[in-house]
């Protein structure tokens, strides 16, 4: 069993910046595909950034050149830095576990998922 926690979300203007950090238990972190996920009120949950257990990385278009996905085995965690926020950014941002090690995009390909953090962008 892994559990994931986000942290970091908030309240944030337009064109600024937030972090985000998801910690996960279990000694086979390294082993994990790993992804960011977002939910809008009213929107399915989308794809955002995914980062293999190589370290390879995938970014959905919306976000590409603002946000950049990393993680840190040693620590077990992963992190999303979001720069020049957009409020369509505003969302529920979800981390997720892929077992499989592979870069994800789909949310039935990933095993484990956190309970969220809201992250609110002002106009």
């Known amino acids: 069993q892994v559990q994931l926690v986000e942290s970091g979300g908030g309240l944030v203007q337009a064109g600024g910046s937030l972090s985000l950090s998801c910690a996960a238990s279990?000694?086979?972190?390294?082993?994990?595909?790993m992804g960011w996920f977002r939910q809008a009120p009213g929107k399915e949950r989308e794809f955002v950034a995914a980062?293999?257990?190589?370290?390879?990385?995938l970014y959905a278009d919306s976000v590409k050149g603002r946000f950049t996905i990393s993680r840190d085995n040693a620590k077990n965690t992963v992190s999303l830095q979001m720069n020049s926020l957009k409020p369509e950014d505003t969302a529920v941002y979800y981390c997720a576990a892929n077992t499989g090690g592979t870069i994800a995009t789909m949310t039935w390909e990933f095993d484990y998922w956190g309970l969220g953090t809201q992250v609110t962008v002002s106009s």
């Open positions: 279990g000694r086979t972190f390294s082993r994990y595909g």
């Open positions: 980062i293999s257990w190589s370290g390879g990385t």
